[in-house]
């Protein structure tokens, strides 16, 4: 059987059958604290499911000429944190982005150290909770290797990005796990459509995860922690949405 089939076959199952969902999950994702902390019902299927059907699967590509003329740049356009500003009128010279929490090896990296790194470029679409879609090209350094760069230790469960950009004088953060964090299409973005990434879509660096919906793709990106629970940080929901509004925190397409 194909590997396409065999996924076909998967999916099919667990959504004619949730009780499936329990016998192959992940340590993580099976833990009753994980499913009271984190997920409702849902947001819980749809959790299990995305990761029955397999952490490889990947998001679709389009081609170049499948890219929209127009790309709404949602959300903050300009952060009001003077940092940023000054790092903004320098070009981000002297930017770093902080990688810290749970590792070993503690990362301060700038763009030039982050351009240095493998680079994947990917042209996928944007989908966001508002119920429009867009579609763009984006180049940047997979968040895997930053993150293996640092080291996780053991005890390191969920990504956590802090931002530039606030809502009301309250900071933009937003996580995920470690297979969402290690996907081959999640990167920090420094490039869209040919070009630098623009200020209004989250320069110097944003967040592409690409099998979640848009809020997950954090903007303005300043720091990466890892940590081990989620219920720390913040409201304990994971991101800024999700504690402020109730969005889900497992926002997969």
């Known amino acids: 059987m194909s590997r396409v089939s065999r996924r076909a076959l998967l999916r099919g199952a667990a959504l004619a059958a949730p009780g499936l969902l329990l016998g192959g999950c992940d340590a993580l994702g099976a833990s009753p604290s994980f499913r009271d902390m984190v997920l409702g019902s849902g947001e819980w299927l749809s959790y299990r499911v995305h990761r029955l059907i397999g952490s490889d699967a990947l998001a679709r590509e389009f081609a170049p000429s499948e890219i929209s003329p127009t790309f709404r740049t949602n959300g903050n356009t300009r952060p009001a944190s003077p940092e940023w500003q000054r790092h903004a009128e320098t070009g981000f010279a002297d930017w770093r982005l902080e990688v810290g929490g749970l590792v070993e090896a503690p990362q301060r990296l700038g763009l030039a150290e982050l351009k240095a790194m493998p680079a994947r470029t990917q ?16 180049t940047g350094v997979p968040l895997g290797a930053v993150l293996a760069a640092a080291r996780l230790k053991p005890s390191a469960r969920y990504i956590v990005l802090h ?69 720390a940080v913040r409201g304990g929901r994971g991101g800024f949405w999700e504690d402020t509004v109730g969005y889900d925190w497992y926002a997969g397409i």
């Open 163 to 231: 931002c530039a950009d606030d809502f009301d004088g309250m900071a933009y953060y937003e996580s995920i796990d470690l297979v969402d964090a290690f996907h081959p299409q999640t990167i920090l973005a420094y490039g869209m459509n040919g070009g630098e990434l623009p200020l209004g879509h989250g320069a110097p660096l944003r967040l592409r995860v690409e099998r979640q919906l848009g809020y997950k793709h954090a903007k303005f990106v300043m720091r990466i922690e890892a940590v081990a629970l989620l219920g």
């Open 123 to 138: 042209i996928t679409r944007h989908d966001c909770v508002e119920g429009w879609s867009a579609i763009g090209q984006w």
